[in-house]
């Protein structure tokens, strides 16, 4: 049986009190492949392989498609504008990797509430696959890979090191100039690995999960729903989004922002440096439309900021945001 999901199942998408969290609203059977699509992009499970499989294409979000599958209401943009640049498939992939985990959490639940022991077990499974795929990914961006890396690193030089010393005391010059070559280049490689794995556990950051947020260059209104201490993103990214010639360059803040639809339909998901952001001078409490609000965040709060769910919090350990009590707000409500 085939499950799949369209981006308008996910944007329509309420909480059941029967499942006790946010209901995809399908019937639950047999599940031997699920196929959970967004636009163009598809996640797929398949039994008889055993293995995760998805591909993305970012820019699967065209006028045409939003109006169809999510029924946004809205005019096209120019889909060559320059705040594509900042487009990231990496970023767009890593937040569907998160929702994929809170539905097969969910949809374990709920095949142990009605008693499918049996389809429980194979989601669990599953579950298993998708957690053990985001803990790698969350190693490798956040630096306890760097870490440890830099250690095994450290250790490496010692030893050649000691083969150095080996190889000037029997004259052996070409393997010794070898030998220096190798250890030069394994102590920068260190160095960059411990800035990097620094980086992570020293991280100060101006913005938070679910503020609203305004791009400096492009103008578009966004939400942030992650974030790095530094760019995670590849080199070939990061030549073409111009990072070098950033002010601060690669080495500050880069945040996942869901781009506002009306603003932007063509962007969906950026990733953006902390010096391009600024955050509303007064509170925004217009409307803000995206399809991964629905799963994302609990709605907004009194500054228009969103409320992130209690999982994305966990994911970037990070407490809750209490907006500051103002009595003058609650002296207007009064009197109107």
């Not at 022991?117 to 990914?137: F, G, M, N, P, S």
């Not at 160095?191 to 947020?213: C, D, M, P, W």
């Amino acid at each position: 049986m085939v499950q799949s999901m369209s981006m308008s199942t996910l944007a329509t998408s309420r909480y059941c009190g029967v499942c006790g969290s946010t209901c995809l609203r399908r019937q639950f059977g047999q599940i031997k492949e699920t196929t959970i699509g967004f636009g163009e992009s598809q996640f797929v499970w398949n039994d008889r392989r055993k293995s995760l499989s998805f591909a993305t294409h970012i820019d699967m979000l065209k006028p045409r498609n939003l109006r169809v599958q999510a029924g946004w209401l809205f005019k096209g943009g120019d889909q060559s504008s320059e705040a594509s640049i900042e487009r990231s498939e990496n970023a767009n992939e890593d937040i569907l990797m998160f929702f994929f985990q809170l539905d097969l959490a969910t949809r374990v639940q709920y095949a142990l509430n009605v008693e499918q022991y049996e389809i429980a077990q194979q989601l669990r499974e599953k579950l298993t696959e998708v957690e053990t795929e985001i803990l790698k990914q969350q190693e490798s961006r956040r630096g306890s890979a760097s870490k440890s890396e830099a250690q095994d690193m450290a250790i490496s030089i010692l030893r050649l090191r000691a083969d150095l010393q080996n190889a000037v005391q029997s004259e052996n010059y070409d393997l010794a100039a070898k030998l220096r070559d190798e250890i030069s280049k394994l102590e920068a490689e260190s160095l960059t690995t411990s800035i990097r794995a620094q980086a992570y556990e020293n991280a100060h950051y101006a913005f938070r999960l679910g503020q609203k947020v305004k791009h400096k260059n492009f103008g578009y209104r966004g939400v942030i729903c992650g974030m790095d201490p530094i760019c995670c993103e590849s080199n070939s990214w990061m030549e073409n989004a111009r990072v070098e010639k950033l002010t601060r360059g690669p080495d500050q803040p880069f945040y996942q922002v869901l781009v506002d639809v009306h603003t932007d339909p063509n962007l969906l998901v950026a990733y953006v440096p902390e010096e391009s952001l600024v955050a509303p001078s007064e509170p925004d409490k217009d409307r803000f439309d995206h399809p991964y609000t629905s799963f994302l965040f609990f709605g907004m709060d009194a500054a228009g900021d969103f409320i992130p769910i209690k999982q994305l919090r966990e994911k970037y350990n990070k407490p809750r945001h209490e907006v500051p009590y103002d009595p003058d707000n609650e002296k207007s409500g009064e009197s109107s």
